[in-house]
């Protein structure tokens, strides 16, 4: 398999089924690219996806990284393909991933019918700002400590960000970072402690000996890190942002007192919704 940035359109290019080389955010160099190079930086071994439609962010991180060992879809059709059109696109690749596809409506569920952790998971699907919200709910219980979500269109849909946003400020011990890629991606995971800090609270504040707050140096994720200002990418990527500044002033903007799980995220297992 070829590994170089530069040719990423054109190891995308045979699996487009509908002409999307010639779409904007194939051509942007910025999009495709994006999840390839991450993939390659990060090197994930499991990754979970909410809405595959044909398959080309997934197959865009698998080109990005050989070692991925499994790639769970889910995908409900919504959008006129079905999740085994999906799956046949990624066996093209040729790539040794275990692919696993499930057809459902996430929307549907509380829980998701998967087993044990994800170090990468795309979010993807419905992007109203109550589907992004119950689907961030969904995957949270299947994310590792040290793994990322990836919500996709937080720069096109206002909905994305929105879910974002609120997310965030449900889950106090998750961190974010804002990527400018073409239509905006937003990466969260949990804090993890920086090797010369202190014991850390929530807000991400070091406590010194008495117990008091005192300032410290940033929360350097391994995979934030990566995609951070001054680590060029690809199209000048940068960290813009941090959990801090998108969750301030954050509120659900459709007011109807919608509830999602707090810290720790939703329930494991299938189960309908209520
Ligand atoms: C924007 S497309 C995903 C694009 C894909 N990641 C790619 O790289 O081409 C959104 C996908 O989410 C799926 N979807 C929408 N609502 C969904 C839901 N409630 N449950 C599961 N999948 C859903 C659609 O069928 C569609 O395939």
Redesign the pocket.
């Known amino acids: 398999m070829k590994k170089s940035v530069d040719s990423v359109a054109e190891l995308m290019r045979p699996f487009f089924r509908h002409g999307e080389e010639a779409a904007d955010y194939a051509t942007s160099g910025n999009y495709?690219e994006w999840y390839f190079t991450y993939a390659e930086r990060i090197k994930p071994t499991r990754i979970l996806?909410?809405?595959?439609?044909?398959?080309?962010?997934?197959?865009?991180m698998l080109l990005g990284h050989p070692g991925v060992r499994e790639l769970t879809l889910?995908?409900?059709?919504?959008?006129?393909?079905g999740v085994g059109e999906?799956v046949e696109n990624i066996r093209r690749v040729g790539h040794p991933a275990e692919v696993v596809a499930h057809t459902?409506?996430?929307?549907?569920v509380r829980a998701l019918p998967l087993e044990g952790e994800f170090d990468l998971i795309?979010v993807?699907?419905?992007?109203t700002f109550h589907?992004a919200m119950h689907?961030l709910s969904l995957v949270l219980p299947y994310l590792s400590p040290s793994g990322v979500i990836i919500l996709?269109?937080v720069d096109y849909i206002s909905s994305c960000k929105k879910a974002a946003r609120q997310f965030l400020s449900l889950n106090p011990g998750l961190e974010s970072a804002h990527i400018s890629t073409f239509r905006g991606h937003i990466l969260l995971g949990y804090s993890l402690p920086h090797p010369d800090d202190g014991e850390r609270t929530r807000s991400g504040m070091a406590k010194d000996g008495d117990g008091k707050s005192k300032s410290s140096k940033t929360t350097r994720r391994q995979f934030f890190g990566s995609a951070g200002r001054g680590t060029l990418l690809v199209g000048g990527i940068a960290l813009v942002g941090t959990g801090g500044a998108l969750t301030a002033g954050c509120s659900d903007d459709e007011g109807d007192g919608n509830e999602y799980p707090s810290p720790g995220g939703g329930e494991r297992g299938l189960a309908p919704k209520e």
Not at 104 to 108: A, G, H, M
Not at 124 to 127: E, S
């Open positions: 495709y996806e909410i809405g595959a439609r044909l398959g080309y962010s997934a197959i865009a889910l995908d409900d059709g919504s959008y006129g393909f999906a459902l409506d996430t929307q549907s795309h993807d699907g419905d992007h589907g689907d996709d269109d």
